[in-house]
């Protein structure tokens, strides 16, 4: 069913044309702004009822106001300069790409105002979309696996920022918290291929979480393979691929395990619980949809505006420390010389 609310993406690359048909067909009407003429005619051919406009000026007095549904879908600098331009106008129903902003004290602000001035706030992390953490929880609560342990991600020139972020936000959803403190070896290329001159982050970071619990993220600028993630219990393994879609659950004899419960008496995890998809989940197309719907409700719950501001500060946290070759406590104030500092991420 369509809704009366008018719709508007900012932003029509790789990642707005996801969202644009979405969008479409959620709103009654849709507008496009992207400052590249190709990419307005590319939506123009692509959705030809829409709008196309090479900025936000250019629709003022055109039905923009309170009840809009946009969506921000460019470079990670840009994102906290549109969300502002967007609540000057009146609107109150935003939908952000991550990065959310390109510094914690942007993103601080980001969340501050949309409090006080009521604006429905979400953020693209794709992994909370697909329900994958409590529907791991949950399957590990059915077969008795216990809690989750560590979290381990690696392959190619993935980006310790722009695969890394959701990562990073999985683990903080997974383990219940945030992470304390994290130490890395990031390196900036400058061969981010949105630009370049935003930077392609490789390296590894081991962000610390309570009980000893620890997520490490190893992306090497050096090679094209994909990343993939593997999730260790106490007796079990979940592996996993980049889009989160098949998922393999494998945990040791039960049998061996009893006779020599002691953790130091290692094995391999022979026992195939699941190959598949996991019970609960959703797919990408669902779960945007959902967080869609959601921000254009005004009830912003699978990806709020919080966990983006957390996941920056876990992230831009693994930057600093590199540079400054020391580990950093977490979350990163706001106020600090590292909080108000941008970075050229997206």
Known sequence: ???????????????????????????????????????????????????????????????????TLAVIATWGPSHAPLFHELVDRGVRHIFCEKPMANSVAEARRMVERAERERVALGVHHFIRFTRFAPALREFAAIHGLGEPVALQVEGGAGCLLTNGLHWI???????????????????????????????????TAIWSFADGREAVISLNEHSSLTLSARIYFRDAVVEVDKGVER???????????????????????????????????RSFQEGLETALEETAAGEVVTSPAAAGEEAISSCIGALVSAREGRAIDLPIRPDSPEGREPWPIS
């Open 1 to 67: 069913m369509r809704r009366d609310q008018a719709g508007l993406l900012v932003g029509y690359g790789s990642i707005g044309r996801y969202h644009a048909p979405v969008l479409d067909a959620m709103c009654a009407s849709l507008a496009i702004v992207d400052g590249k003429e190709e990419a307005r005619r590319q939506a123009k051919e692509a959705l030809p009822a829409a709008r196309t406009a090479g900025s936000l000026a250019e629709l003022d007095g055109q039905g923009l106001g309170r009840e």
């Open 169 to 203: 936000d999985f683990a903080s959803t997974l383990f219940g918290a945030p992470p304390r403190r994290v130490v890395s070896t990031a390196r900036a290329k400058p061969i981010n291929p949105r630009s370049p001159d935003l930077m392609l982050y490789g390296g």
């Open 247 to 281: 998922i393999s659950v494998r945990r040791r004899d039960r049998e061996a395990v009893e006779r020599f419960p002691a953790v130091t008496r290692t094995g391999a995890a022979v026992e195939t619980l699941l190959e598949g998809q996991l019970p609960g989940m």
